[in-house]
Antibody, heavy 121, light 113 residues
Framework: QVQVQESGPGLVKPSETLSLTCTVS????????WSWIRQPPGKRMQWIGY???????NINPSLKSRVTISVDTSKNQLSLNLNSVTAADTAVYHC???????????????WGQGTLVTVSS | DLVMTQSPDSLAVSLGERATINCKSS????????????LGWFQQKPGQPPKLLIY???TREYGVPDRFSGSGSGTDFTLTISSLQAEDVAVYYC?????????FGQGTKVEIK
C-alpha cells in the first residue's frame, strides 16, 4: 500500500523560499506522476503542478515563475520549492500520486495528509 | 482558468435519504476525440486528505461504495449519494483535468439532518 508523507518547515518568512519534501513508501516515486496541491484556509484547493515519470513538469501558469518540482529517486522523494512567498501562500500543502486509469495519468488516487505552512514574519 | 462552481455550498440530509451535489464548469470538459468528460469527484473528511470517488465524471474508483454515483456531461455534473450513511459526512469537491491549470470547485459540505 502506497503511503505518502509531506514534511518541511511550518513557518516561512515573507520573500523567502518554501521548501517541502514528500516521502513515498510502498511504491516507487519514479513509477508515477506526482502533483503538489494546496488548500489555503477558507479557500478552494489549488493545483500547483506535477512531475511525470520522465522528470518533466507541468506547472500552474499562475505559479510557474516561482515553482520548482523535482524528484530524488535515490531517496524515493519529491520536492517542492516555492520562492518569494507572501501571506497568500499560507496553506496546507499536499502531495498526491497520479494513478493510471485506462492509460491516462490524471487521477489523484493517493494523497499525503498534508502539511500546514504559514508565511509570516 | 476554467472555473468550477458547486451548489449548494452545504446541505443536510436525513440518514438513508438521497444527497445531490451539482458542479458546473465555465467551459465544457468533454473531450471530443475520446468522448470523455475530464471531471472527478473527491470526498474529504475532517482531518483527512481528499479521497478520489469518481473519475471520467461517472466511473467509480476501486472500493467506493455503489451508493456514490456521478453523472452529467459537458458543463453540468452531479454527484449523488443514494442513501446517506453517517460515514458520508464530509466535504465533496469536483475537479476538472481538461485544461491547465486543473481546478477544483469550492466544496459542498454534507451533514446529517
Amino acid at each position: 500500500q502506497v503511503q505518502v508523507q509531506e514534511s518541511g518547515p511550518g513557518l516561512v518568512k515573507p520573500s523567502e523560499t518554501l521548501s517541502l519534501t514528500c516521502t513515498v513508501s510502498g511504491g516507487s516515486v519514479s513509477s508515477n506522476y506526482w502533483s503538489w496541491i494546496r488548500q489555503p484556509p477558507g479557500k478552494r484547493m489549488q493545483w500547483i503542478g506535477y512531475i511525470d515519470n520522465r522528470g518533466s513538469t507541468n506547472i500552474n501558469p499562475s505559479l510557474k515563475s516561482r515553482v520548482t518540482i523535482s524528484v530524488d529517486t535515490s531517496k524515493n522523494q519529491l520536492s517542492l520549492n516555492l520562492n518569494s512567498v507572501t501571506a497568500a501562500d499560507t496553506a496546507v500543502y499536499h502531495c498526491a500520486r497520479h494513478g493510471a486509469r485506462d492509460g491516462y495519468n490524471y487521477f489523484f488516487d493517493h494523497w499525503g495528509q498534508g502539511t500546514l505552512v504559514t508565511v509570516s514574519s | 482558468d476554467l472555473v468550477m462552481t458547486q451548489s449548494p455550498d452545504s446541505l443536510a440530509v436525513s440518514l438513508g435519504e438521497r444527497a445531490t451535489i451539482n458542479c458546473k464548469s465555465s467551459q465544457s470538459v468533454l473531450y471530443g476525440p475520446n468522448n470523455r468528460n475530464y471531471l472527478g469527484w473527491f470526498q474529504q473528511k475532517p482531518g483527512q486528505p481528499p479521497k478520489l470517488l469518481i473519475y471520467w465524471a461517472s466511473t467509480r474508483e476501486y472500493g467506493v461504495p455503489d451508493r456514490f454515483s456521478g453523472s452529467g456531461s459537458g458543463t453540468d455534473f452531479t454527484l449523488t449519494i443514494s442513501s446517506l450513511q453517517a460515514e458520508d459526512v464530509a466535504v465533496y469537491y469536483c475537479q476538472q483535468y481538461y485544461s491547465n491549470p486543473w481546478t477544483f470547485g469550492q466544496g459542498t459540505k454534507v451533514e446529517i439532518k
